[in-house]
């Protein structure tokens, strides 16, 4: 077993593990997992050895929940088996990413309001079955999955409607507030890092402010929500005209209230993340104006928890060793400035495919934007990121928040416990 202490500042990758439900081209339903299209589940082993050669001691990284969740109580922990305890050989903590777009066929979909209680007995079965994992993100990014699942109409129930929005938010918020209630029986050290997007909407005129200010507020439903956060007034009522009670709402409030001393905030920052909003009409994409910096800093002043950039990336080989750079400046810019910045994380660990169409449509296109190709060849914004990491790891503390107060040899046990822990079915 390893037993080398990790550095305190969490450098990280990820491997891409999306899989939500689309309509196909001849009109049904169709399962997109990019693990399978990155060809992850045949070369994982090879993966796991291109974090090491990067120096990085952390990875996003969980099982395929469509896979793995069978029915109640049952489970098919095959994958997970054979990954996690790899991991865990090699140095590799894992931030395991518990639900990542979709749910399993038998659930349905996000409007299902038996699932979040489903899902926490997940998550407790799997916190059981590998007691040694610290780090979780229950379900990755809340807001963009209730948006285009509930409001879009691409994903999984493929709703248009505001209802539909917040019945998957409410339904998506509670889950992920259950499964970390579940994890922390099990694994009372547990740290929650909420991989979320964030996002700012422009008024393009004057005329458009007031409509610009209400999707400033909505951006923030998913982590208000996780966070325990008293919304503004807009959007209590927004949320009540839109199906959640008032009993609802003051659950989370109770609710989150707990857990929030267990929760380190992640920002996801793409160049896509900031939006033009007219009078009328369709919103577009902006680029970046204001930049990872003075966004997240919106952020960590409405909750003031730690955080951790948890996603950024750029789809263009040559420019992203700039992109990196450029993210990287702003992370430290933030952190001299006082901002708890605790890790930093380039996703994905390979190129990614069809992402161009948020995986509608099934046209095999690669997207240069992984440290490696889809030929596990190291890209320049790989050799990039292996620099910094080797540059900058031991100048970044995080001692005050006793991230590795608990290394893993205190969870040892016998190999044959390991693998049946957990309620096999």
Not at 166 to 191: D, G, R, Y
Request: net charge negative; proline share 6%; with cysteine.
């Amino acid at each position: 077993m390893y037993h080398h202490k990790p550095h305190n500042f969490m450098f990280a990758t990820g491997i891409e593990n999306s899989y939500p439900v689309v309509t196909g081209s001849d009109g049904g339903d169709r399962r997109v997992d990019e693990m399978l299209k990155c060809h992850h589940y045949e070369r994982w082993k090879e993966d796991f050895q291109l974090v090491k050669e990067l120096g990085l001691e952390y990875l996003r990284y969980g099982p395929p929940y469509y896979r793995t969740h069978l029915g109640p109580g049952r489970y098919d922990w095959d994958f997970a088996d054979q990954t996690l305890p790899e991991l865990r050989r090699i140095g590799i903590q894992p931030v395991v990413d518990l639900c990542h777009f979709g749910v399993p066929d038998w659930i349905g979909n996000f409007q299902n309001p038996e699932w979040p209680a489903l899902f926490a007995e997940y998550a407790s079965a799997f916190a059981q079955r590998f007691p040694w994992i610290r780090f979780y993100t229950p379900v990755n990014e809340i807001f963009v999955t209730a948006t285009f699942s509930g409001q879009y109409g691409w994903w999984n129930e493929r709703l248009k409607s505001d209802r539909g929005f917040v019945t998957a938010l409410k339904h998506l918020a509670k889950a992920n507030l259950m499964a970390e209630e579940a994890i922390l029986k099990a694994q009372p050290n547990a740290l929650f890092i909420q991989s979320e997007s964030s996002e700012y909407f422009h008024a393009v005129d004057p005329a458009a402010q007031p409509r610009a200010t209400v999707f400033n507020h909505k951006r923030f439903l998913s982590l208000d929500l996780s966070y325990g956060h008293d919304v503004r007034g807009v959007m209590y009522e927004y949320l009540m005209d839109n199906g959640m009670s008032r009993e609802e709402y003051h659950w989370f409030l109770r609710q989150a209230a707990q857990l929030r001393p267990y929760c380190v905030m992640g920002n996801d920052y793409y160049i896509t993340n900031e939006h033009l909003v007219p009078h009328h009409g369709p919103v577009h994409p902006a680029g970046e104006i204001f930049g990872y910096y003075v966004i997240t800093r919106q952020y960590y002043e409405r909750y003031h928890l730690p955080v951790m950039h948890t996603e950024t990336n750029l789809g263009d080989a040559e420019r992203a060793p700039g992109w990196l750079w450029k993210e990287w400046a702003n992370m430290v810019r933030l952190k001299d400035d006082g901002v708890p910045i605790i890790g930093f994380t380039w996703y994905s660990l390979t190129d990614q495919v069809d992402w161009d169409t948020c995986l509608r449509e099934d046209n095999g296109h690669v997207i240069p934007l992984g440290l490696f190709d889809l030929e596990r060849k190291i890209r320049p914004v790989g050799k990039a990121y292996q620099q910094l990491v080797e540059q900058w790891r031991h100048i970044l503390p995080t001692e005050s928040l006793c991230l590795h107060s608990m290394e893993p040899e205190e969870f040892e046990a016998p190999e044959e416990e390991l693998l049946t822990w957990g309620g096999e079915e």
